[in-house]
């Protein structure tokens, strides 16, 4: 069945460091892939999409290609702040449209 | 602002009572979810709606209750019969079916079982 697998957490890093956050997928077809982010005591908001093989999906300074060859959507940001500090999940669209969830990354960013 | 509202925020239950847990939309999204969501796992899908009058169990639907008499509105029952509550309940729309990927989420309610 799909399946979504993220790297453990927590991920912590000093403010201005590179980060990665590495999310794998397991599906037929081609779903699309997203990442959402969940701030202390909040609920989950969309960060970025990407809906075909190649595509880049962007937003406040975070991207991840859709790459399918390696079937990955890793997360990247090149300088990370103290306000990035949040859960990351990443998700993909299974053929019914719903979503199929990673556990979630916590990412802890130091001053 | 259009947006998803729960309440209440934070929420306390004893043993053996049923809590409805309120969620409510005016974005005029046709599709609402309900998931439960356990510290350090994933969110895990308890039930979705489609349109109104009209409901489907997801991944762990048992000891839960939902109705959707209004576009806006999905409340979601935990009955006694569901064995550990206690968790963070986060309700969820998208505009429709197809648009299922992309869903907006409320800020979520906390239920602690005493």
């Known amino acids: 069945g799909n399946s979504v697998t993220q790297m453990e957490g927590p991920v912590t890093l000093s403010e201005e460091a590179f980060l990665t956050i590495n999310c794998t997928y397991t599906?037929?077809?081609?779903?699309?892939l997203f990442w959402y982010v969940q701030y202390p005591g909040e609920g989950l908001q969309l960060l970025l999409k990407a809906t075909k093989a190649d595509d880049k999906g962007s937003n406040k300074g975070f991207e991840a290609t859709y790459r399918k060859e390696t079937t990955s959507f890793h997360l990247e940001k090149g300088s990370v702040q103290v306000s990035d500090s949040a859960v990351y999940f990443c998700a993909l669209s299974d053929a019914n449209y719903q979503l199929i969830w990673g556990a979630g990354t916590k990412l802890i960013i130091k001053p | 602002d259009g947006g998803i509202t729960q309440s209440p925020k934070y929420l306390f239950r004893k043993e053996g009572q049923n809590v409805t847990l309120s969620c409510e939309q005016n974005?005029?999204?046709?599709?609402m979810y309900w998931y439960r969501q356990d510290p350090g796992q994933g969110l895990r899908l308890i039930y979705y709606?489609?349109?109104?009058?009209?409901?489907q169990k997801g991944d762990i639907a048992e000891g839960y209750s939902v109705s959707r008499e209004k576009k806006e509105s999905f409340p979601l029952t935990v009955t006694s019969a569901q064995k550990n509550p206690t968790a963070f309940y986060l309700c969820a729309s998208s505009m429709d079916r197809t648009s299922g990927n992309e869903q907006f989420f409320g800020p979520g309610t906390r239920l602690t079982v005493l």
């Open positions: 599906a037929t077809g081609y779903p699309s």
């Open positions: 974005l005029n999204h046709d599709a």
């Open positions: 709606s489609q349109i109104v009058n009209d409901f």
